[in-house]
């Protein structure tokens, strides 16, 4: 049986194909690199609503058109550099470091499941700019980094590979390390698709050092339980990303029954990945109005 996050992973694929961003081929080979059969994947690709030609049939999410200027949502980063540090069991892992000039408190920023780019770098880079030094994990750290794939196909493929233990390992790790950068700073974290779904996955592992989480359109953890997490929850969400919505309503009672301070915000007229500046779903009206939202969460709750 497929883990819940790898059949989110084969979703976002298929959903890709049924928008008309990737030809049937490239679905049906990024499938095949999850390790779904030929049978399984044409099952999956007609379940989110591909024609029996492998044709797109779903209304494209809007995006910025062809060649206009996209404008990301924040200030200019600050440089964000490569950095290494411990991990669990003796491991050394990777990421993106971005100090801001005066912290107000510090974030770990986690990637979608392209792993860690330069859109994510730039994020940590953008909070930076805004009083909250950044540290983005890269949860491919152990295979030696995401830049050590071929391409993002790959990159996804192995990411439904590990452990969602391997994943909060890593990041409470990763915690640890801005804790020892940022001494004495409250701690946040942002997660993007995927990555959102690793932020509710750590505020389900009892982690109780979160100030504050931002996780964007990510999908819920089977039996999320918040209990033993302290954080303010700030969950973003698009209105017609229905696969990620569908569980937006178990997020909010499992918060509620945590008793933990949160918000959920769906943002109208856009779909999944919104905040992407680089990719065909960006908004970047909601994406600005999104980054504003999160800075005002953090400067509520961590600085």
């Known amino acids: 049986m497929m883990s ?5 992973l084969a979703e976002e694929i298929a959903l890709d194909h049924v928008e008309g961003l990737i030809p049937r081929r490239e679905a049906l080979r990024r499938l095949g690199l999850l390790g779904l059969g030929l049978p399984a994947a044409t099952a999956l690709l007609t379940a989110c609503g591909a024609g029996a030609e492998g044709a ?12 206009a200027p996209v404008s990301p949502a924040g200030p200019s980063p600050l440089p964000a550099e490569a950095v290494t540090f411990a991990g669990p069991e003796g491991v050394t892992l990777l990421g993106a470091w971005a ?6 408190g510090a974030v770990l920023v986690i990637h979608e499941n392209r792993g860690l780019n330069d859109h994510t770098r730039s994020v940590a880079g953008r909070l930076a700019a805004d009083g909250y030094s950044s540290l983005a994990l890269d949860l491919l750290s152990r295979e030696g980094g995401t830049d050590s794939f ?8 192995k990411l439904g590979e590990i452990p969602p233990e391997r994943f909060v390992a890593d990041m409470k790790a990763a915690l640890g390390e801005l804790s020892r950068r940022e001494n004495g700073a409250r701690l ?5 698709c995927f990555g959102g779904g690793m932020t509710w996955l750590l505020l389900a592992n009892a982690e109780p050092r979160l100030s504050a989480a931002a996780p964007f359109y990510g999908p819920l ?3 999320a339980d918040f209990a033993g997490s302290k954080a303010a929850v700030l969950g973003i969400y698009a209105e017609l990303d229905d696969r990620v919505n569908a569980t937006r309503d178990a997020a909010r009672t499992a918060l509620e ?3 933990l301070k949160h918000e959920i915000v769906t943002f109208p007229g856009v779909g999944h990945a919104f905040f992407n500046d680089t990719g ?3 908004n970047a009206q909601a994406a600005a109005q999104a980054y504003q939202r999160v800075i005002a969460w953090f400067g509520t709750y961590l600085a």
């Open 4 to 8: 819940p996050f790898k059949r989110y």
């Open 56 to 67: 797109a049939t779903a209304t494209p999410t809007p995006g910025p058109a062809s060649g």
């Open 99 to 104: 100090q801001a000039q005066e912290p107000k």
């Open 150 to 157: 071929g391409d993002t196909a790959q990159v996804t493929a």
């Open 188 to 192: 946040g974290m942002v997660g993007f």
């Open 221 to 223: 953890p089977d039996g």
């Open 257 to 259: 029954k945590a008793g």
């Open 280 to 282: 065909p779903r960006y």
